[in-house]
């Protein structure tokens, strides 16, 4: 008999995430920021990069997994307010979950505004999360405007990949797609596959189709909905050295491939409607 299980438990501090179990696969979920930390499919290795000195405290981000950028990606132009936006240090609603059958169990998360947010943000909203967890990983992230007035996002589902090796692995889908470089400031043009020997920061655009990333072991497919930027990023040797939570070392194995609506890509979203990010991942063993 299959076991299915979500519960909800706390680390030795307190800090509170959701536990998943199915036939196909184990999940993490904090409730701060409702941050998807931990997926692994039966008898597989992990497939999203945590470091391995993270915080798992109250305010502070978890490095790795896929932290929720959101209503902003990347820094404000009020420097006061934090980068990425509040979603992922916000403590969120476990609203729910659903086990259909053995293999699938799906769990919803929910933040909306409160006195705290609407000083950063002055915008009432509802925002929530559905993960799905089989052998595939499916996030919908749903942005529903309670204002009485439109108001503009833009937002990323940040997922840190692990990998074998950075220098080992290359990202298909993006050819001919342009791109801001964030390192340069310039606008260029993707040429073939990407492969990675330095730092890179780069939001692409115009993209309606799969990405896959080509690893030693292993391909993953991301497919996105509602979505037409993708972040790829990497920080390299010497900006590693500079941030918080990472080991010296630590880009070696691990590599951010977002699923985005990232600058020309904002969103839009008018009174009592709604917009839904969508993400479906993927991973497939290669043959030996």
């Known amino acids: 008999m299959e076991v299915i299980v979500v519960t909800i438990e706390k680390l030795s501090n307190g800090f509170e995430y959701i536990l998943v179990q199915n036939s196909s696969a184990v999940a993490k979920i904090a409730l701060q920021g409702a941050h998807l930390f931990h997926y692994c499919k039966t008898n597989e290795e992990p497939l999203l990069w945590l470091s391995d000195i993270s915080y798992y405290e109250q305010g502070k981000a978890i490095r790795g997994g896929i932290p929720i950028c959101w209503p902003w990606f990347g820094f404000h132009k009020d420097k006061t307010l934090p980068q ?3 979603a992922r240090t916000s403590i969120w609603k476990f609203v729910s979950s659903d086990e259909p059958d053995a293999k699938t169990s799906s769990v919803i998360f929910r933040l909306t ?4 947010t609407l000083k950063m943000w002055n915008h009432k909203f509802d925002l929530e999360l559905k993960i799905t967890i089989n052998d595939s ?11 009485e007035g439109e108001f503009t996002i ?11 090796d950075i220098s080992e692995v290359s990202i298909s889908g993006l050819n001919k797609k342009p791109y801001l470089d964030a390192l ?3 606008q260029e043009i993707q040429d073939g596959d990407i ?3 330095s730092e890179v920061d780069r939001v692409y655009q ?12 292993r391909e993953i497919t991301i497919m996105n909905s509602c979505s037409s930027s993708v972040v790829v990023w990497n920080p390299w040797i010497e900006k590693t050295k500079r941030m ?8 070696r194995n691990m590599l951010c491939i977002e699923s985005s609506n990232a600058y020309d890509d904002a969103v839009v979203v008018k009174p009592n409607s709604s917009h839904t990010l969508e993400a479906v991942i993927l991973s497939l063993r290669k043959s030996s």
Do not use: C, P, W
Not at 210 to 216: G, H, N, P, W
């Open 84 to 86: 990425h936006g509040f």
């Open 113 to 116: 505004h409160s006195d705290e």
């Open 137 to 147: 990983l499916k996030l919908e992230l749903k942005t529903t405007n309670l204002d």
């Open 154 to 164: 833009t937002q990323a589902l940040h997922t840190y990949f692990a990998v074998s």
């Open 184 to 186: 340069t400031l310039k």
């Open 195 to 197: 492969f990675f020997n």
């Open 206 to 217: 115009k993209v309606d189709g799969e990405v896959i990333l080509r690893d030693k072991n």
């Open 244 to 251: 918080s939570a990472m080991r010296e070392d630590a880009y």
